[in-house]
């Protein structure tokens, strides 16, 4: 598996365990709940852990955006439809535009490293 490919996947796998982690993070109930902030906790550490392995080939600029962007997105995303929170007109065209630069990130950029 080329170098680039495998720090793109392990970034992946950082993007869901923060996710997942945030998902915990409400679910613990202000650290309350054990079970809970304990996963939480372990996921958080999975990321940061996953994180650093991306670093082996993608800069940190850009796969901090990346990992911070599309967390962003995915966290409003399984807040909606998970937790049945809302967001209005203009927090979703936030969200768009924040997907917008890690597509332009990945798509345009020459920092990205592939």
């Known amino acids: 598996m080329p170098p680039v490919f495998a720090s793109y ?3 992946g796998g950082a993007i869901l365990c923060e ?3 945030s998902a915990l993070l409400l679910k613990s109930e202000q650290f309350t ?4 902030t304990v996963l939480m906790a372990l996921f958080y550490i ?3 852990y996953l994180l650093s392995l991306a670093l082996r080939s993608i800069p940190l600029g850009v796969a901090y955006a ?15 439809l998970f937790f049945r ?3 209005d ?3 979703w065209v936030g969200i768009g ?8 990130l990945n798509g345009v950029s020459r920092s990205t490293g592939h």
């Open 9 to 11: 996947l392990a970034l």
């Open 33 to 36: 709940r054990v079970a809970p």
């Open 89 to 91: 007109l203009a927090a």
């Open 46 to 48: 999975g990321s940061f």
């Open 19 to 21: 996710v997942t982690g």
């Open 97 to 104: 535009f924040i997907v917008t630069g890690v597509v332009i």
């Open 66 to 80: 990346i990992w911070a962007g599309l967390g962003v997105v995915l966290t409003a995303a399984i807040s909606t």
């Open 85 to 87: 929170q809302s967001f």
